[in-house]
């Protein structure tokens, strides 16, 4: 005998709720993940955004070791805590290429680091746990409170070499530029628990 027309709807419905858990179980998490990719496109487009702004200003001779130049940097990082518990961290440093005469003025006999790159000022705001430079950290017994360093350190040591700056950007001899270097730690985009969808984001502008 033929099915019972209520019995023939309700495996229907059976049927279409199968379908239908099915269906979500492969675009729920693909829709999570639209949303992630969305929502860390804007975090690194506005971390891009601070970190220029605030690398022009260090081009420009702004003092970022002041209190009062480091607030109008928190202000601009409106969505980017810069506290020391935070998750940003920028990184500012000034790179300089040594010439003899420096060496000869600072008293530095040999002059060690002789056409190198070298770290002249260093500075980091927010939370210097979370990553370091990618061409050295200069130790800081050798950064005064205002972040400079001095010729008679910068000539003979070779810890203040910018490691793999070459590659970067190629000095003149008696040249200088100003680097910044931001990260920006994201764990709140990581919907999935992924590795490859939290994490963060590093960025950097030389002047």
Same mark, same amino acid.
């Given at each position: ?21 099915? #269906? ?48 109008? #940097?928190?202000? +601009?990082?409106?969505?980017?805590? +810069? ?15 040594? +010439? ?11 002059? *060690? ?49 910018? *490691? ?44």
């Amino acid at each position: 005998m033929p099915a019972h027309p209520l019995v023939r709807s309700a495996r229907g419905r059976g049927s279409a709720l199968i379908e239908l858990a099915l #269906a979500l179980s492969f675009a729920f998490p693909l829709l999570l993940g639209v949303g992630s990719v969305g929502i860390r496109l804007g975090r690194t487009l506005e971390a891009t955004e601070l970190t220029r702004d605030v690398a022009h200003l260090y081009a420009l001779g702004a003092d970022f070791s002041l209190p009062g130049t480091q607030a109008i #940097a928190s202000k +601009l990082s409106v969505d980017s805590s +810069l506290s020391s518990t935070g998750k940003t961290v920028l990184v500012f440093s000034r790179i300089y290429r040594v +010439l003899q005469t420096d060496c000869t003025a600072a008293g530095v006999n040999p002059c *060690t680091n002789l056409n190198q790159p070298v770290f002249t000022q260093r500075i980091v705001m927010g939370n210097t746990a979370l990553r370091t430079s990618r061409f050295g950290t200069p130790a800081a017994g050798y950064i005064d409170s205002a972040g400079n360093i001095t010729a008679a350190n910068y000539c003979k040591l070779t810890s203040l070499v910018a *490691t793999g700056f070459d590659s970067v950007l190629t000095l003149a001899a008696g040249q200088s530029t100003t680097v910044v270097e931001g990260y920006f730690a994201m764990p709140e985009i990581n919907f999935l628990n992924l590795p490859s969808s939290g994490g963060g984001y590093y960025v950097r502008f030389l002047y």
